[in-house]
């Protein structure tokens, strides 16, 4: 006995689809299954938007294929009587209004030796499958499309440039898709392209030509075409192997090229590393100069110019004005200095110039040339002193000698006083700053252009310590009717002095002296010596010297004595006691006498200074008392009344 089990619910059908887009001409797949089961035959059925549902005719399989668009379902059937499914779900069928387009790519653009030399292409058709592929290439821009596989796979190798394409096709007749978009490929060659610049300058300007040349290096009898590219705003050549443009702001960036084999299209060289161009806005100043300013007797000058810093440079020159005649243009020869030698006299200009068209720097500085006249030009000091000192009064006077031409002057001092064009400076009163060097030259009032050379430095130093006068005498101790001479000199010895002779008179108010003017000394004296007759008494004596109208002194010299035994009627020195040796430890009183009631004592050691009693004793009155003698001495009294003693030498042990 069998038992059978028997479901109460319906089977599950279900319908599904391939790609539910019908291109244009094509067909879709359609398949109907009831799970778990067989022995099924199958109902299919369609509608639309605009009509009802009928049942497809002469349909009755699992799957079937269909070219028109619509909302199918199907159901199954089996056994007698029949046993129905359920309807399916239903599927939306649409018949798209393009054919389908194959997409084509590239693992590279460009074919290499690093790379195998080989570039893969593959091609596909979204969504679809069952297609084989045709190929294509072409060979130029301009070339039409040539197919190199037909009915091929999906992929493809290549070691050739060009510009690919593809398509799909399958079914019987064939349907095709429509051509992919096409994919160029480029095949690199191993010359390198180089771009140059064709002058190789380090720096360029605003409105210069440049000409950029791409260069291939190896190239062989190879024919190229060419192409550029720039960071910067310039419109880039098509083909040609020279970029030629005016420079600009927007010329700065970098400039690149590359070599394409003109019988294989595809083919070209690598882009080249990038040339960086930078380009000044300001126009080049040109700059003269000239060795010296005036022309030599019988001699010529030389002038350089100079653009600068950049190189390439021509000059050309120019005298009178800037809109003068060109005066020269030099050649290839001197590009290199750009000097010129002139023998004429004028003012000179000059620029450079660079490039085809030529590109010009601004105009230099005018530099201007004189021619020299064969005068003697000498800077004289009046007075002829070479060391003057602070406060003297000097005149520093430009000579030219020969001929009554009226002239002007030129000076050049290294001291701070102020230029002038007159022919003499007058000082007067001299100080530091006023010292250095000195020196003129001559314009003609008449002729500007025509000077004479530069007088030779001459040198003026100003001492400002005031001078100091020395005084010696000779005897210094008196011998009976014999004459006194004295000497007067100037520290650090100069000409023009006159010498002023003075005897002291002592002066007890203070420490110093008055001075009386020697007989004869008034207006001084061209001799450095004076002599004293019949000088019998102790006395002072002083000098100075003073040149130069107004007179300027020196510095009056220390008072310097002659000293005497002898006993002036009025006045006399004693002393107690009364020898001329003694002892350190004595005590010695030194006492004046005469018709005065003011007294001082004055000494004058070997090895010291002039002094007073009050500096090594003690004045009591008109007598000065010593406790001990530390040195031997010359002691003397002066009086209120301006009167010297007799001397005493006084020695110590």
Request: aromatic share 12%; charged share 25%.
């Amino acid at each position: 006995m069998f038992c059978y089990f028997i479901p109460t619910d319906k089977p599950n059908i279900k319908l599904t689809a391939g790609p539910t887009i019908i291109p244009v001409g094509g067909r879709v797949n359609l398949s109907c299954s009831v799970d778990d089961s067989d022995g099924w035959k199958y109902d299919w059925f369609r509608r639309t938007s605009n009509s009802n549902e009928a049942q497809v005719d002469g349909e009755e399989n699992r799957d079937i294929r269909v070219s028109q668009g619509g909302i199918y379902r199907c159901r199954g059937r089996r056994g007698k009587p029949v046993y129905y499914t359920d309807y399916s779900d239903e599927v939306t069928v649409e018949i798209t209004a393009n054919k389908p387009r194959a997409s084509l790519t590239a693992d590279s653009r460009v074919i290499t030796a690093a790379g195998g030399g080989r570039v893969r292409l593959s091609c596909s058709v979204d969504e679809s499958n069952s297609w084989k592929y045709d190929w294509f290439q072409r060979e130029s821009e301009s070339s039409a499309a040539q197919i190199i596989k037909d009915k091929g796979p999906d992929t493809m190798s290549i070691s050739d440039g060009g510009m690919y394409h593809c398509r799909g096709g399958r079914g019987n007749p064939v349907y095709y898709t429509e051509n992919s978009t096409a994919v160029t490929v480029w095949k690199r060659v191993s010359n390198k392209a180089v771009v140059k610049m064709q002058n190789d300058w380090s720096q360029i300007f605003r409105g210069e030509t440049i000409t950029l040349t791409c260069e291939i290096q190896d190239g062989g009898d190879t024919e190229w075409e060419y192409l550029w590219t720039t960071s910067s705003s310039e419109t880039s050549p098509k083909q040609r192997e020279r970029w030629i443009f005016t420079a600009s702001a927007s010329s700065r960036g970098n400039y690149w090229c590359q070599g394409k084999v003109k019988m294989d299209f595809y083919s070209s060289t690598e882009w080249s590393d990038p040339l960086r161009l930078t380009v000044t806005e300001s126009k080049p100043q040109s700059k003269l100069r000239a060795d010296r300013t005036e022309v030599p007797v019988g001699g010529s000058v030389t002038l350089s110019c100079s653009v600068n810093p950049s190189s390439g440079w021509k000059y050309y020159w120019y005298r009178g004005d800037q809109s003068s005649e060109l005066l020269i243009r030099h050649d290839d020869v001197f590009k290199s200095n750009g000097q010129i030698s002139v023998s004429q006299e004028g003012q000179y200009w000059c620029r450079g110039g660079r490039g085809e068209p030529v590109y010009y720097s601004q105009y230099s500085q005018s530099v201007r040339i004189n021619t020299l006249v064969s005068k003697r030009v000498v800077v004289t000091l009046h007075p002829n002193w070479s060391e003057i000192y602070h406060g003297e009064m000097i005149t520093v006077r430009c000579e030219i000698q020969g001929g009554d031409t009226e002239w002007e002057y030129e000076w050049k001092t290294t001291s701070s006083i102020k230029s002038s064009n007159q022919n003499e400076f007058r000082i007067s009163s001299a100080s530091s700053s006023h010292s250095g060097n000195y020196r003129c030259k001559g314009r003609k009032k008449n002729a500007q252009h025509e000077t004479t050379e530069w007088s030779d430095f001459i040198k003026l130093t100003v001492n400002n310590n005031k001078p100091q006068s020395v005084l010696t005498v000779s005897p210094s101790w008196l011998s009976p009717g014999a004459s006194v001479t004295l000497k007067c000199e100037v520290e650090h010895p100069s000409a023009g002095w006159r010498f002023y002779w003075y005897k002291t008179v002592p002066k007890l108010s203070d420490r110093l002296y008055r001075y009386e003017l020697l007989p004869g000394s008034d207006s001084g004296t061209e001799e450095d010596s004076y002599m004293v007759h019949g000088q019998t008494h102790t006395a002072g004596y002083v000098c100075r010297a003073g040149r130069g109208e107004p007179v300027f002194y020196t510095e009056h010299s220390k008072p310097t004595f002659v000293w005497s035994g002898d006993f002036p009627p009025s006045a006399s020195l004693t002393v107690s006691p009364d020898r001329v040796q003694h002892f350190t430890s004595d005590s010695v009183s030194l006492s004046c006498e005469g018709n005065s009631t003011e007294w001082r004592v004055r000494r004058f050691p070997e090895d010291s200074y002039l002094s007073l009693c009050s500096d090594w004793g003690t004045m009591t009155g008109s007598t000065c008392n010593i406790s001990g003698l530390n040195s031997s001495a010359v002691y003397w009294c002066e009086s209120g009344s301006g009167q010297f003693t007799n001397s005493v030498n006084i020695t110590g042990h």
